[in-house]
């Protein structure tokens, strides 16, 4: 016989008062449907309106909801970061809280997530969302896709299903959560997508906007460099840094010369100093990269747990 999966779902929710009890009576309807061992982990990040009175009046009705309550808005990777802290179930499950997520879906994800792939992504091929939404998010995942290799659709979508291994080896802090199946498959994990139905928005409004977009696109490049330079930051600033100098050293070069065939360098000054820069610089980014390497050479031991099938 064969044992039966406890699925932890977690869902952040900021101001989404009118959205908790409906959302709450379709997972039940779902989870008790198919019959999953389960519990339901609401994380309220910040709400001003009486979205966590909500979530206290549906944990009466059911033993199996929890309520985690940061002290104030700290964003979507805190509050993910904080239900993967206490989830307990062997499978993962997150979702919006604003009922644009079919919880229908989730056995559709279970189900993926059982054919041996470590997190499967949801993509909402046909989204219901204003274009200030779709259209910076169609950029993003374009440009994570070009530079990361990756090839998912919709990296943003809350809906996704993790084993329990995943989420223990993540540490999302700022935007992250965005790029969540980047760092994943960057840890050798196994990541699949699965189209999903998207609903339109009843109650509550969008907390998406064009200032999201830019500190997306910073933290994209932060992605770009955890992936590529995380465990050796020296070939980043190395390769930096001797462009740097290798331009100061021609600049010199040039100099030189002039001074030899010329016996002068009028007018030749500002190029002097702009050379003597290049190679201040090229030598700091130097040695930055060489104090990078030797910090993770004698930093603690990383486990290999997480790389081990």
Same mark, same amino acid.
């Given at each position: 016989?064969?044992?039966?999966?406890?699925?932890?779902?977690?869902?952040?929710?900021?101001?989404?008062?009118?959205?908790?009890?409906?959302?709450?009576?379709?997972?039940?309807?779902?989870?008790?449907?198919?019959?999953?061992?389960?519990?339901?982990?609401?994380?309220?990040?910040?709400?001003?309106?009486?979205?966590?009175?909500?979530?206290?009046?549906?944990?009466?009705?059911?033993?199996?909801?929890?309520?985690?309550?940061?002290?104030?808005?700290?964003?979507?990777?805190?509050?993910?970061?904080?239900?993967?802290?206490?989830?307990?179930?062997?499978?993962?499950?997150?979702?919006?809280?604003?009922?644009?997520?079919?919880?229908?879906?989730?056995?559709?994800?279970?189900?993926?997530?059982?054919?041996?792939?470590?997190?499967?992504?949801? +993509?909402?091929?046909?989204?219901?969302?204003?274009?200030?939404?779709?259209?910076?998010?169609?950029?993003?995942?374009?440009?994570?896709?070009?530079?990361?290799?990756?090839?998912?659709?919709?990296?943003?979508?809350?809906?996704?299903?993790?084993?329990?291994?995943?989420?223990?080896?993540?540490?999302?802090?700022?935007?992250?959560?965005?790029?969540?199946?980047?760092?994943?498959?960057?840890?050798?994990?196994?990541?699949?997508?699965?189209?999903?139905?998207?609903?339109?928005?009843?109650?509550?409004?969008?907390?998406?906007? +064009?200032?999201?977009?830019?500190?997306?696109?910073?933290?994209?490049?932060?992605?770009?460099?955890?992936?590529?330079?995380?465990?050796?930051?020296?070939?980043?600033?190395?390769?930096?840094?001797?462009?740097?100098?290798?331009?100061?050293?021609?600049?010199?070069?040039?100099?030189?010369?002039?001074?030899?065939?010329?016996?002068?360098?009028?007018?030749?000054?500002?190029?002097?100093?702009?050379?003597?820069?290049?190679?201040?610089?090229?030598?700091?980014?130097?040695?930055?990269?060489?104090?990078?390497?030797?910090?993770?050479?004698?930093?603690?031991?990383?486990?290999?747990?997480?790389?081990?099938?």
């Amino acid at each position: 016989m064969a044992t039966v999966q406890k699925i932890s779902i977690i869902i952040p929710v900021k101001n989404e008062e009118k959205n908790i009890k409906p959302l709450f009576e379709q997972l039940i309807a779902v989870l008790k449907k198919n019959k999953y061992l389960y519990e339901i982990i609401f994380v309220d990040d910040g709400s001003l309106d009486k979205t966590v009175e909500k979530i206290r009046l549906v944990k009466k009705l059911d033993r199996k909801v929890k309520l985690i309550q940061l002290r104030a808005n700290f964003g979507k990777s805190v509050a993910l970061q904080s239900g993967f802290d206490k989830a307990t179930g062997e499978i993962i499950i997150t979702m919006d809280g604003d009922l644009q997520d079919n919880p229908n879906e989730i056995s559709r994800f279970v189900k993926k997530l059982n054919k041996g792939y470590d997190l499967v992504v949801g +993509w909402k091929k046909k989204r219901h969302d204003p274009i200030s939404k779709t259209l910076p998010s169609k950029v993003i995942n374009f440009l994570v896709r070009f530079l990361t290799g990756v090839k998912i659709h919709d990296m943003n979508c809350g809906f996704k299903a993790y084993k329990k291994r995943v989420v223990e080896n993540l540490n999302l802090y700022g935007d992250l959560y965005r790029f969540i199946p980047v760092l994943v498959d960057r840890d050798g994990y196994k990541i699949t997508e699965i189209p999903v139905k998207h609903r339109k928005r009843i109650y509550g409004e969008s907390k998406y906007g +064009w200032k999201r977009f830019v500190s997306g696109f910073l933290d994209l490049l932060t992605v770009f460099f955890l992936i590529r330079f995380l465990r050796r930051p020296g070939h980043f600033f190395g390769t930096i840094g001797i462009v740097f100098t290798a331009i100061g050293f021609l600049v010199g070069l040039y100099i030189t010369y002039l001074r030899v065939t010329t016996g002068g360098i009028a007018y030749r000054y500002p190029l002097l100093f702009f050379g003597v820069l290049m190679i201040i610089l090229g030598i700091q980014f130097l040695l930055t990269g060489l104090l990078s390497e030797l910090i993770i050479f004698f930093q603690k031991k990383e486990s290999t747990k997480k790389y081990i099938k």
